[in-house]
């Protein structure tokens, strides 16, 4: 749809548009009739720009915090925090508390650097990178209709964000699969799972044992790298392909420093029992060259033929140009047919998806990944110098591997 610059709500902070915007769809919205909101608070993410109300209720407990982007980030959350208590009270006043679930979750693991004030300790990494600093966040479930055994308890089951949709349509309002079909006919290529029985009933029936975090070729900024880089869980084992080599570190109790110390050398590529080694602190690829293999064969086999090819765009001056022309507001300003790509990296990135991908943008079939298949070839001949020849391997489809 179409939107219309707000001018007269400027200084005013983006956390209370949102909750205010929220508040009053709650409050117009017909009682009898079902309701999805979904709030986007933008809480901390840069600019670190708390509200001033925050600075000056909360002073005493801030200026505690030395560090000034670790201060700004306490204080986003602080605003947070009251924002969503407050659409809880709203919620509570409307009548439909006690019909009500309340889902909350984070998008992805903080920035410790450029200015981020985030803090992912003890996990390794941050936004923007497949360890699981950057990708493993907390959420949580509040309602009345939870039973009361299964309040305040951990869900420890492997989940992924695109599990949200089926949790909700299938496990909180009991759709039948025809039901959604018959609405939704994309609903059938969907990734995610319903988890809610396991929610709520036997959290044992974990419905997920498999997770891919990313298949890409080009890096957080939208450059072509020239290689992939991926990252994939199976049961307890994780698979780190080609990833920037982001070393885990110890916190300091003093945050006076403005960027921790980390050391980035080259990229790495590892395996790791993620359930014994959540802060990926042991590369166990050597010592386990099958699980190595049957994750790359996986990769191979069953992700890389669903790839399609990237619409990402890299960095494009002309964003700045249209902020600047229309008062200070964004809007589209990329074309469908315009290449904002730098052109060498544009060329290089050309020749690679060409080669790769159809006209369509879908995986070509008969597109070989060089790297991949010459550490497979080397881990084949590692397993038979062991004894395991080829043939008496088991399928990367089966199960007995995905536990150490």
Known sequence: GSYTPQFDVAGTHNTY????????????????????LYVSYPNAH??????????????????????LDRRKFAGLMVALDQAIANLTDAIKTSGLYDQTILIVQSDN????????????????????????GGTRVHGFIHSPLIPKTKTQQWYNNMFHISDWMPTILEGILGMQLNEILALYPEYVDIDGLNHWNAIVGDMDMAPRDELLYNIDYLDSAGD??????????????????????????????DFNEHVMSVEIDGRVTALYNISADPNEQFDLKSAYPMQMKKMLQKIVSKYL??????????????????????????????????????????????????????????????AV???????????????????IMEEDEPHWEDDWWKRP
Request: charged share 25%; glycine share 8%.
């Open 305 to 366: 033929p669903s790839m399609t090819e990237s619409g990402f765009k890299s960095l494009d001056p002309g964003c700045y140009l249209t902020w600047d022309s229309h008062h200070k507001m964004m809007q589209p300003w990329v074309s469908d047919d315009k290449e904002s790509d730098y052109l060498a990296n544009a060329a290089a990135r050309d020749i690679f998806e060409d080669a790769t991908f159809d006209e369509q943008g879908l995986y070509n079939s008969l």
């Open 369 to 387: 990944d060089v790297e991949i298949s010459s550490w497979i070839e080397d881990l084949s001949v590692q397993l038979r110098d062991m004894g």
């Open 224 to 253: 072509y790298i020239g290689y992939y880089r991926a990252g994939l869980r199976v049961g307890d084992w994780k698979l780190v392909w080609n990833e920037k080599n982001l070393s885990s570190y110890e916190v300091s109790t």
């Open 46 to 67: 840069l600019p670190l720009q708390v509200p001033d109300d925050i600075l000056i209720s909360h002073n005493t407990t801030l200026k505690k915090v030395p560090n």
């Open 109 to 132: 693991g903080g920035l410790i650097t450029e200015m981020g004030g985030g803090n992912n300790y003890p996990l390794r990494g941050e936004k923007k990178y497949i360890y699981e």
């Open 17 to 36: 548009l949102l909750q205010q915007k929220a508040e009053a769809v709650l409050e117009s919205h017909p009682k009898d009739e079902p309701m999805f």
